[in-house]
T-cell receptor, first 114, second 111 residues
Framework: EAQVTQNPRYLITVTGKKLTVTCSQN?????MSWYRQDPGLGLRQIYY???????DKGDVPEGYKVSRKEKRNFPLILESPSPNQTSLYFC?????????????FGPGTRLLVL | AQSVSQHNHHVILSEAASLELGCNYS??????LFWYVQYPGQHLQLLLK??????LVKGIKGFEAEFIKSKFSFNLRKPSVQWSDTAEYFC?????????FGKGTRLHILP
C-alpha cells in the first residue's frame, strides 16, 4: 500500500530536549516536505527536499533541521524544542513532475513542548 | 507577499444546501491549484487539482472547482452537501516547487 508514515504519532517533551520525528514513504517519490498545522494559520511549510541531499527552507524553518540521506526518509529534527513549536506536524511526498503530481500526506505527529 | 486567501473561516450549512468556498491567490504566472480536505482527526486528502486545460475541475465526492485566471480564484463548489462533508478544507497553490496553503475553512453540516 502506498503510504507516508510518521513516528511518533504523539509526543510530549520538555523545552530543550532534542527530538526527531521520522517520515518515510514507499512510493519512490523525489519530493518530500514537512508542514506544521496551527489553528487559524493553516499549513505552513517548514522544509522541503527535491531529492537526496537536496533540502530547502520553506516558510517557517526557524528551530528545525532536516536531512535527506535516503530517498525514502526525511526526518525532522528539533535540536532545542520550545513551547512555540507545539503543533501538529505533517510529512508529505510526491513525484517531482513540475508540480503536477498528487501530494500524499502522512497521518500527522502531534507534538507538545512543555 | 505571495499568499493564498480563504475568505470564509467557518461555514455552517444544512444538509442538501449548496456550497461554495472561496479561494484567491496572489501569484502571477503559471500556478498549480489544489483543494484538500481534512476530516476530524485525519490527515489531508486531495479533493481535486488544476494544472491546465478545462478550468472546471471535477474531484471526488461530488466536489468541483473553477479556475478563473482573471480573478486569481479557484473556488470550491458542491451542489448538495451531506453531513459527512463536515471537515476542514484547504486551498493550496504550487509555484516554484513550494506549496502554499490557505488558512483553511471549517465546514460544519447540520443534519
Amino acid at each position: 500500500e502506498a503510504q507516508v508514515t510518521q513516528n511518533p504519532r504523539y509526543l510530549i517533551t520538555v523545552t530543550g530536549k532534542k527530538l526527531t520525528v521520522t517520515c518515510s514513504q514507499n512510493m519512490n517519490h523525489e519530493y518530500m516536505s514537512w508542514y506544521r498545522q496551527d489553528p487559524g494559520l493553516g499549513l505552513r511549510q517548514i522544509y522541503y527536499s527535491m531529492n537526496v541531499e537536496v533540502t530547502d527552507k520553506g516558510d517557517v524553518p526557524e528551530g528545525y533541521k532536516v536531512s535527506r540521506k535516503e530517498k525514502r526518509n526525511f526526518p525532522l529534527i528539533l535540536e532545542s524544542p520550545s513551547p512555540n513549536q507545539t503543533s501538529l506536524y505533517f510529512c508529505a511526498s510526491r513525484n517531482l513532475l513540475g508540480g503536477s503530481s498528487t501530494q500524499y500526506f502522512g497521518p500527522g505527529t502531534r507534538l507538545l513542548v512543555l | 507577499a505571495q499568499s493564498v486567501s480563504q475568505h470564509n473561516h467557518h461555514v455552517i450549512l444544512s444538509e442538501a444546501a449548496s456550497l461554495e468556498l472561496g479561494c484567491n491567490y496572489s501569484y502571477g504566472g503559471t500556478v498549480n491549484l489544489f483543494w484538500y480536505v481534512q476530516y476530524p482527526g485525519q490527515h489531508l486528502q486531495l479533493l481535486l487539482k488544476y494544472f491546465s486545460g478545462d478550468p472546471l475541475v471535477k474531484g471526488i465526492k461530488g466536489f468541483e472547482a473553477e479556475f478563473i485566471k482573471s480573478k486569481f480564484s479557484f473556488n470550491l463548489r458542491k451542489p448538495s452537501v451531506q453531513w459527512s462533508d463536515t471537515a476542514e478544507y484547504f486551498c493550496a497553490v504550487n509555484r516554484d516547487d513550494k506549496i502554499i496553503f490557505g488558512k483553511g475553512t471549517r465546514l460544519h453540516i447540520l443534519p
